[in-house]
DNA sequence: CAGGATATCTGAAGCGCTTCAGGAGCCGCC
DNA sequence: GGCGGCTCCTGAAGCGCTTCAGATATCCTG
């Protein structure tokens, strides 16, 4: 008698069975108020009983014409991504904003720091995507705006009309130069993220400072190196190490060779906190004291910061409000709203062991 | 002329303007081979012209009832997932076998340790589900069997019928015993993960122990304990303490309470090398040295534990490779494979410094 | 040049759902 | 007792695409 000849049961399979309209089988899913209670009750139950499991999403997508999804998309892959906890720490609470606002969060890792495929992008079940930390021009992006989809980019340039969100990255990268600048010291390295998307890594000359593709990581070396000049530091007199990602493997090695420059540096500037305890520790392997011999600065202040022996001086980054600010605008941009001006994470000199005046 | 009153073009929109039947132009994007070289052409230039992006993923996926993504069900939240490097890496992995079955991951975080809401299983876009380590009887399970959705559980008990990867904790943690025990430990501490979904972290009775929901913890506290057993050390004789996820500073405070029993442990058995990263810092503070005052053993091998000091003595499990097969069996399942017999990844000892005969 | 194979394109039937403009009954009120 | 205003339910028009069984036209083969 039903129509279900074996197949999965949609809602007329139900509507049939219960003998009522279809348009009143999906009421009784997504608008209870508008059928009696009773028969409500009718409708659910016999879904029940016949394996119904609710409204198909896809069908319930097109018809509604949202998807319910936010993508994010990552530059990097995700296990280079995850090394770096200010990325987990950011998008968890992204992903509890998102989830909050009963989204799912569609991941599209990027491959060879270029960013998810564009063919990716294109096939994406989302109705607003989330761009974090891309290189510039990354083909991702002009997938996503010929889909016309809302975007909302995080640390990464301004686009003309896009949602942003981000971190003053020229300013932290200030905040830790004058810092260390104003202990006196003289003789410092820079400890960075990967330039431009290739797997390069190791010492840096000012060519690839200019051309590089990372928002981020420019920002930070213009930053660091622009305060700097203020103690009359010169940009060549400053030795820079570029990390593939900022785990702490990284950090040590970078350390070492900038230790091995001429004049040895007192002090380090590093991109992230991850790299900066990879620093600390390549210091002890050299028979070196932090803060004595050497100081050490990081950036984001994640956990493992505070916990650090010595703990680690560092730039406090609000990473859940920058994972929450970003989902919230997701979420309005999806309800229509327009981008509106960027919004700024502050960022802030937490000091801590890890420097002093040099010695 | 055309019928695009302001709203996004569509295939007909397409289909009018070249003057084809819209089946034409479905075909230009998903079977090259079913029209000219030269009609495809003017098609997709025209497509460009117009500001077309390609079929919509969403009505493409209700026509071919298949989304092309994988969900991906954690039982706690991002943040605690990531602070353990064994998941980051073995979901890198996955993603990547996902992305190059041109998938993309539908990643639904837990809320309160208990995995997703069912309600956000209900409405996932996805034709598969991953399930990785959600506790016993998770809610999130059930909505999955109710969509019969195919499902991969990871690190999770056995369910009839379903695809399954894992590690043998039991065997990696009775290894792990073995060695410790054969080096001559009597005194043996157990620093565990969290055994059921609530925010409890601390020493653990056996009660508790008894009562675990989270199938990994158990069966590694019974591996540990059956091969200390087989030393003659009574499970009574073993205090345990349990971490609420698996970091360092978890490690640390547990390493701490298990450290102050009587009589003192010589050996910790950890869950996970973070853990016993945390554990060894922890014996630093107490002026313990180890190996020498106290052994420490983790679990996973993740790329830490080389790179400790001392570098730690682990079991290791093939994270990428788990990852790659979780992502083939979800992929093998979409194209309608039978689940089959679970696939087992193995362990084995990795001797490294951070243990040593008791003094 | 007949007959079959090939290459190219089309019409129409779905995929499973939401939503909106009603329609039918019923209540209470003056 | 007529009428405005509820409550509860329905019919039908989409949402944008895929796919399959043809329909043509073209080509090849002997």
């Known amino acids: 008698m039903r129509p279900d000849k074996g197949r999965r049961p949609t809602l007329d399979t139900i509507a049939l069975e219960v003998g009522v309209s279809r348009a009143t089988v999906s009421n009784a899913y997504n608008r209870p108020d508008q059928l009696s209670a009773q028969l409500r009750e009718r409708i659910i139950a016999t879904a029940k009983r016949l394996g119904y499991a609710g409204p198909d999403p896809t069908a319930r997508s097109l018809a ?6 936010v993508a994010f998309l990552l530059g990097q892959g995700l296990s280079s991504a995850f090394s770096d906890p200010a990325l987990s720490i950011m998008l968890d ?8 606002g009963d989204r799912a969060l569609l991941l ?4 060879a720091d270029l960013g998810p495929r564009p063919a990716s992008v294109a096939r994406a079940q989302s109705d607003v995507v989330v761009a974090y930390s891309l290189p510039d021009g990354a083909p991702a992006l002009d997938a996503v705006r010929e889909r016309k989809l809302p975007l909302v980019v995080v640390d990464q340039p301004a686009l003309p009309d896009i949602a942003r ?3 003053d990255d020229v300013a932290g990268a200030e905040l830790a130069a004058r810092h260390i600048g104003a202990l006196g010291h003289r003789h410092i390295g820079i400890l960075g993220f990967s330039l431009s998307p290739d797997t390069r890594y190791g010492p840096v000359d ?6 590089a593709r990372f928002r981020v990581t420019r920002d930070r070396v213009a930053g660091y190196l622009s305060e700097l000049a203020g103690f009359g530091i010169g940009p060549q007199e400053v030795p820079v190490w570029e990390a593939r990602c900022g785990d702490q493997q990284l950090g040590r090695e970078g350390a070492r060779w900038l230790m091995s420059r001429e004049p040895r540096p007192t002090a380090l500037l590093c991109m992230s906190d991850e790299l900066a305890l990879g620093a600390i520790r390549a210091a002890g392997e050299l028979g070196l004291s932090v803060p004595g011999d050497l100081s050490v600065i990081g950036f984001d ?7 650090a022996d010595p703990p680690l001086t560092t730039i406090r980054q609000d990473l859940v409000e920058k994972g929450r600010r970003t989902g919230e605008l997701a979420l309005r941009l999806l309800d229509g709203a ?6 700024t994470i502050p960022v802030e000199l937490v000091v801590r062991g890890s420097t002093a005046p040099p010695s």
């Open 165 to 167: 969100v981000e971190v």
């Open 108 to 111: 599209l890792p990027g491959v």
């Open 338 to 343: 327009r981008p509106g001006p960027p919004s």
């Open 206 to 211: 000012r060519d690839r400072v200019r051309t």
């Open 301 to 307: 202040d994640t956990p493992g910061a505070a916990w």
């Open 93 to 100: 609470s992204l992903a509890a904003t998102v989830d909050s």
């Open 64 to 69: 509604t014409q949202r998807t319910g999804a």
